[in-house]
């Protein structure tokens, strides 16, 4: 009797059924939109193993349904190559593509390839150049029935210019809209997109005017998470402090990036009742003023709302006035909190986060993860945050009554020695 001599990879294979085999293929896939594709990502990799990995690989639509490539001139024909070969793979399932091609020289053959493929996008991210952008003109003209997420970047320095030649309209083309991202704030004026079907809007690195952000807000009805970068403003006194309120119901993460004393005006001007998230940056280089009222603002801001945070992240604001620990009084289901560069009162803050030894309770009970770094304005100061980070240490839990601090993931209490008061 004849015996066949098996190597241990193949014996593995022997025993594993194809659809399984396939499924942990998919599982072993991580989406990656930041780098070209090489050796070490899973489609390309399997198909290294063995004869038999390869064809199971090479049958799996799912592993080829992604692709990230930047684009160069050297080798634009390989990787339009590329783009047949690898989408060639994929069946008729759904399409995740991102494009850089801001690197490129005007040049049409990507992006053609890329328009037979509109009917089956479910994501699309595109950075283009100048040179390109009547591309998106007849991109818009292409049904994207699947399309769900889009991000749009162009190394264009007068977007504003679109306007005269007419804007781009993706409301009849994207019934299915909706997360969009734009890398810069001047696509607001030269797009109309189906905005009050979106529920994610990120504009996180260009500046918006207030009025602009205020009304795209007011626009986009049904979000359940937003970033904005908001530009210093002029234009506050046309609202004035009992402005129109905006009910947005949905949204649950808000993240905005403003010069300081922005923050809170625009903040007044919501309610949103279902916030869990809030994360808020002020931009204080080209103005270095703090807004001395943000507290009380921000606690306004939580009243009207009605929403019970979570998570909460502030970064270089003027913490001083006591409506802050108002604030987090009416915030106890709280399990996130950093508090970054943030001018407080010491004592107070301290205070307010540990126990009283004649008490059982904690303003904020559901604490997880605390994470401080103060600016050090004094030895007492110094004191009291050492007092503040033992309490919460873990191996200290057994000492103390209070906050069960075995509910802490995280603690990290820093001082710096860097601030310069205004």
Not at 110 to 116: E, H, I, T, W
Not at 378 to 404: A, C, I, M, W, Y
């Amino acid at each position: 009797m004849s015996t066949t001599v098996l190597t241990p990879v193949m014996s593995h294979i022997s025993r594993v059924p194809v659809e399984h085999l396939s499924s942990i293929f998919i599982m072993c896939d991580a989406e990656r939109h930041d780098e070209m594709p090489d050796l070490k990502w899973a489609p390309l990799c399997l198909l290294l193993v063995c004869s038999e990995w390869k064809r199971i690989a090479l049958r799996t639509a799912a592993l080829w349904n992604h692709l990230h490539v930047d684009f160069y001139d050297s080798a634009l024909k390989k990787h339009t190559s590329l783009i047949n070969t690898w989408i060639s793979r994929s069946g008729n399932l759904p399409l995740a593509l991102s494009f850089n091609m801001s690197s490129v020289k005007i040049s049409s053959e990507p992006l053609m390839a890329l328009l037979g493929l509109t009917w089956r996008l479910k994501v699309l991210r595109l950075r283009l150049n100048e040179g390109q952008r009547t591309f998106l003109y007849i991109l818009q003209m292409r049904q994207m029935p699947l399309l769900e997420s889009m991000e749009l970047c162009i190394n264009e320095s007068r977007l504003l210019t679109w306007a005269n030649t007419g804007g781009i309209d993706l409301n009849h083309f994207c019934p299915a809209l909706r997360a969009l991202l734009l890398r810069q704030g001047a696509y607001f004026y030269i797009l109309d997109a189906p905005w009050s079907q979106l529920s994610t809007l990120r504009i996180p690195y260009e500046e918006l005017e207030f009025t602009d952000a205020y009304n795209l807000m007011k626009k986009c009805s049904s979000l359940v998470e937003c970033s904005l970068f908001i530009a210093p403003s002029h234009d506050l006194m046309d609202f004035g402090g009992s402005g129109p309120l905006i009910l947005l119901p949905l949204l649950q993460i808000l993240s905005i990036r403003s010069y300081g004393e922005n923050t809170g005006d625009f903040l007044q001007h919501f309610t949103l009742p279902s916030l869990k998230s809030l994360y808020l940056e002020p931009e204080l280089i080209d103005c270095p003023k703090y807004d001395h009222q943000f507290p009380v603002k921000l606690y306004q801001f939580q009243q009207q709302s009605g929403a019970h945070l979570e998570d909460l992240s502030l970064d270089g604001f003027d913490l001083t006035h006591e409506a802050f620990f108002d604030f987090l009084a009416i915030n106890p289901s709280l399990s996130y909190l950093r508090v970054f560069g943030c001018k407080i009162f010491m004592e107070e803050f301290c205070k307010t986060m540990l126990v009283s030894p004649d008490s059982t309770t904690n303003i904020l009970p559901n604490m997880v993860v605390l994470d401080i770094q103060f600016f050090e304005q004094s030895t007492k100061d110094h004191q009291l945050l050492d007092v503040l980070e033992s309490r919460f240490k873990p191996q200290n839990s057994s000492s103390h009554v209070g906050v069960p601090v075995k509910k802490l993931k995280n603690v990290s209490v820093q001082l710096r020695d860097d601030m310069e008061d205004d």
